[in-house]
């Protein structure tokens, strides 16, 4: 149950830029693993990009990642998501998550029982 918030959606036009923020209050992440994961409309929830506390970054399986950069800042207490170039296909509910089992390694969607309430976003002409 880790109180992580993600902020930074919105709607943009294809081929825009968004810079997704995960934070959290009152705890801080920099010995937290941190993914990027997310949902689309009729599909399963998916992972993007994960960052280890060393700063690590590794991709999830059969994720399409070309366009998309993690990094953290610590100083921020803030992971981010980078994404470029962006397509209607990219419009999903976008969350950060930790494995609570074991914070400091990068884990897939089962172990997350607790998700956030994410950020939408939008990409539409």
């Known amino acids: 149950q880790v109180p992580l918030v993600e902020f930074g959606g919105g709607s943009v036009q294809p081929g825009g830029s968004l810079r997704l923020s995960c934070t959290a209050s009152?705890?801080?992440?920099?010995?937290?693993?941190i993914g990027w994961f997310r949902q689309a409309p009729g599909k399963e929830r998916e992972g993007l990009l994960c960052?280890?506390?060393?700063?690590?970054?590794?991709s999830y399986p059969d994720s399409m990642n070309d366009r998309f950069t993690i990094s953290r800042d610590n100083s921020r207490n803030t992971v981010y998501l980078q994404m470029n170039n962006l397509q209607p296909e990219d419009t999903a509910v976008y969350y950060c998550?930790?494995?609570?089992?074991?914070?400091?390694?990068?884990?897939?969607?089962?172990?997350?029982?607790?998700w956030g309430k994410g950020t939408l976003v939008t990409v539409s002409s």
């Open positions: 998550n930790t494995d609570p089992a074991d914070v400091s390694a990068c884990s897939g969607v089962t172990p997350m029982n607790y």
């Open positions: 009152g705890s801080t992440l920099r010995y937290y693993a």
């Open positions: 960052i280890s506390p060393d700063g690590d970054v590794s």
